[in-house]
């Protein structure tokens, strides 16, 4: 599913003293299998863009067009049945959002509401466990008897069932612990890569943006700043003084990547140490400049 977006705007309670625009003018286009970034200051307007990609906001002005569908002002009526069964969000802390007896039927929710045959929902549910990397026993828990971190699989392996093709997720991270982010992220990247699915994460992780991500959109003040692959946009001088992306942070970074990264990834024939070795010294010139 290709996702268009045509100079979107979106204005929050229009036309009251409340009246705030959160993106403006925004011109976007991701490919079916892309892996995105979204990254941005607090407040740029990124879970407002991510709420645009499976119609809970519809564009003030301007258009979102994601494979069939259409969303503008003019067009607010349409059934987005299909169109949620395909987006699959994850919104921050979802393990807020349990609610059911047992993690059965939790993972069983998604599915049924889009009308999925028993026999079939209940594969669905032994095959996103076991993506998740939970065992089958947990099915007859409660969620509520689960560590933070196995809530947080049943609540993924909720939306894994629904078989989505896109994959939003906002700060799927936050709040674990770091060996339990890196195991998450991972998993994020496998699926991505087995299913060909189409990945969007909002995070505040340079590290993951870098590491994971084919291309990064820098929103600030709701309109897109920068976009491009990851190793680009880190090269951009800007990104240091309106990111405020602060060099320690960025060694920090490089200095990670170079000992944990667990695969080998290539930009433009550039091995990743090269890669931080020559980002490292340019983020050190840039700033002395
Ligand atoms: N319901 C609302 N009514 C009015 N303004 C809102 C509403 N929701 C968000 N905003 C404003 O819109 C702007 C963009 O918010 P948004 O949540 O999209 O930012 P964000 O980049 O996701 O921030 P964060 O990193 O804190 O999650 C902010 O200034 C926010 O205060």
New binding site residues.
């Given amino acids: 599913m290709d996702i268009q977006f045509e100079r979107v705007s979106y204005i929050?309670?229009p036309n009251t003293p409340?009246s705030?625009q959160?993106l403006h003018e925004i011109d976007l286009t991701i490919d079916s299998g892309e892996f995105i970034a979204i990254v941005?200051?607090?407040?740029?307007?990124?879970?407002?863009?991510l709420q645009h990609l499976n119609g809970l906001l519809i564009p003030t002005m301007g258009t979102v067009k994601i494979g069939e569908y259409v969303l503008n002002k003019d067009n607010k009526k349409q059934d987005l049945k299909a169109l949620r069964r395909n987006v699959g969000i994850v919104f921050q802390y979802p393990e807020h959002q349990l609610f059911e007896e047992t993690v059965e039927k939790d993972i069983a929710f998604g599915p049924k509401n889009f009308g999925i045959p028993e026999e079939e929902i209940s594969q669905r549910i032994t095959g996103a466990i076991q993506e998740v990397g939970l065992q089958e026993a947990i099915l007859a828990k409660s969620p509520f008897e689960l560590s933070g971190g196995q809530m947080r699989r049943v609540a993924i392996a909720g939306v894994l069932a629904t078989m989505p093709q896109v994959l939003v997720l906002d700060e799927p991270t936050a709040g674990l612990d770091p060996y339990g982010q890196k195991e998450m992220m991972e998993l994020f990247f496998r699926l991505h890569k087995e299913r060909n699915l189409t990945t969007i994460l909002?995070t505040h992780k340079m590290e993951d943006a870098f590491t994971y991500a084919d291309r990064m959109i820098v929103?600030e003040k709701?309109k897109k700043y920068l976009v491009g692959p990851p190793a680009e946009v880190f090269r951009d001088r800007s990104l240091l003084n309106n990111v405020q992306l602060e060099l320690p942070e960025v060694l920090l970074f490089l200095e990670k990547i170079k000992s944990s990264f667990p695969f080998s990834i290539d930009y433009n024939g550039q091995s990743v140490e090269e890669l931080a070795i020559e980002l490292g010294q340019r983020l050190k010139e840039l700033k002395r400049e």
């Fill in positions: 929050y309670q409340f705030h959160a941005g200051h607090t407040g740029s307007g990124k879970s407002t863009l909002v929103l709701g």
